[in-house]
């Protein structure tokens, strides 16, 4: 263990100076890594001046704390709540029609105010994280999602409770760009190296499961509407009671409706109080950083927001990744969120279609986790394991959609094993995705790199959406457009050149030999 360097009044981040941005030497996005090196060396020479009380000066202590765990399960709770709220509708979309009197449109819709408010926002939030922190960011997006989840709870009445609901929706949508693009700003400030992409993977995995749980909890305490048993006891009336059974069918409607109602509001109040409680823990503790950076690469700084985002679009290697993600991704997270109205004219009722996106949720929450630790542990090779994800999901998606069309023999089972297999694999790649991105644009900052990536994934989802809310439209066309989306990554991850700039700097030894590394922390 290093000795500890001698006490001082100021600390300033490795390779960086009070007068002078040390993102000014670092284009890493566009050169080699020999380059990159010489640069490093040269950054040193001119800071140390040849002085080695200087280089003390600019030792760095490292430390990793215990609470690191504690700020990423509550981050993860917080996006939770989002996207749980967001997945609402969807799995009990059969009796919200029913007691509202929506149609397919109107669901969609309420699922596309996510992606909606994500790109009047995304930017802003960007913004926010890099420059005013985690702290800001977070907190400032739960009290929205909790303002939205309050809104919905109102009334219960149409046409009232149709805007409140739609308002809430877009409020709940605000949350989003810090919940999708947060988890690998997060890992980077908290984590080390050999942690960063198990730390996004979780981060990516309670969410999920909230989104999952949408799928469960929703249809439990929303059972589906009991149309044909009111409908079959009026036809099979007599024409002397013929009025008789009018009134019956009326009365047994408004019944109906008005206990769907019920059912419904009781969800959001489930949905709100859950919300509140996040928001009131974070409120009282939720860090912008730690006291020290757990890594080397924590302790440079990041590039200026403005000029991070402008070299940002001159990246094209990041621009290869970000597309694909956003058309993959984009797709089949709302066609999963959407998944009863997909599985409803084959035949499967709407508490069958929630298992299914419970289940398929599930196994890509523990094939990300899975994937993520195999993919810290052999490092370096991201690419590679995207690349067999995509080939996997690519497979059982073309297997669904077959079957779906009769093409192929079709059943419930059939059904299970396509979704849950397509939605694990591609989703499982999410981590890897995000960490890849932030290592092919370092040292642009985590939260502009995501920033930008989940817009596009928002924009996929928005333009799929909108599709759906054309009359008539049906449904088929859903499954053939998430295969062309797959499909059309393969030849953009061929094209990927992967580089590691952040992960080269923790390795660095010419950098390392200027860390002191603490022992981690008990707090």
Known sequence: MAQKPKPREEKSPLLSSDNEDVTSHHQYSSINKDERDEQIKNVLSEESINDTDVIIERTHEIKVYKRRWYVLLLFSCFAAAQGGIWNTWGPISDSSKDAFGWNDGDIALLSNWGPISYLISGIFFSWMIDVKGL??????????????????????????????????????????????????????????????????????????????????????????????????????????????SANFSNSSTSMRISQE????????????????????????????????????????????????????????????????????????????????????????SQNEAGWIGFYSTCAACVAALVVARFADVFSKRLKLFIFILYTVGTVFIIWFALASAQILPTSTAVFYLTVIMGVMALNASVPLLFELACELAYPIGEGTTNGVMTILNNLGGLIFLFILMIPNIGTMWMNWTLIGATVVCFPLYGMLKETYNRLDIDEDKTLNSNVTVITKSHA
């Not at 509140?276 to 503790?285: A, H």
């Not at 590039?303 to 290697?317: S, V």
């Open 135 to 244: 702290r800001v960011a977070a907190v400032t997006s739960c009290f929205l999602v909790t303002a939205g989840a309050g809104v919905r709870c109102i009334t219960s009445t149409p046409p009232g409770s149709t805007w409140l609901i739609h308002f809430g929706q877009f409020l709940v949508g605000l949350g989003g760009p810090v919940a999708m693009g947060g988890p690998p700003a997060l890992s980077a400030v908290w984590f080390e190296p050999s942690e960063r992409t198990t730390a996004t993977a979780i981060a990516f995995l309670i969410p999920n499961l909230g989104i999952a749980s949408g799928f469960i909890i929703g249809p439990l305490l929303v059972p589906s509407p009991n149309i044909t048993e009111t409908n079959s006891t009026f036809i099979n009336s007599t024409k002397l009671d013929y009025f008789q």
């Open 261 to 348: 109602r019920k059912d419904i509001m009781f969800l959001m109040y489930i949905e709100f109080g859950g919300t509140l409680l996040v928001f009131l823990m974070m409120l009282i503790y939720f860090p912008k950083k730690p006291p020290l950076p757990p890594c080397a690469s924590a302790t440079i700084k990041r590039q200026d927001f403005w000029k991070g985002l402008k070299d940002l679009f001159k990246c094209k290697q990041f621009w290869y990744i970000a597309t694909a993600y956003g058309t993959s991704l984009g797709v089949i997270n709302v066609w999963t969120g959407i998944i009863d109205v997909n599985l409803s004219p084959l035949g499967v």
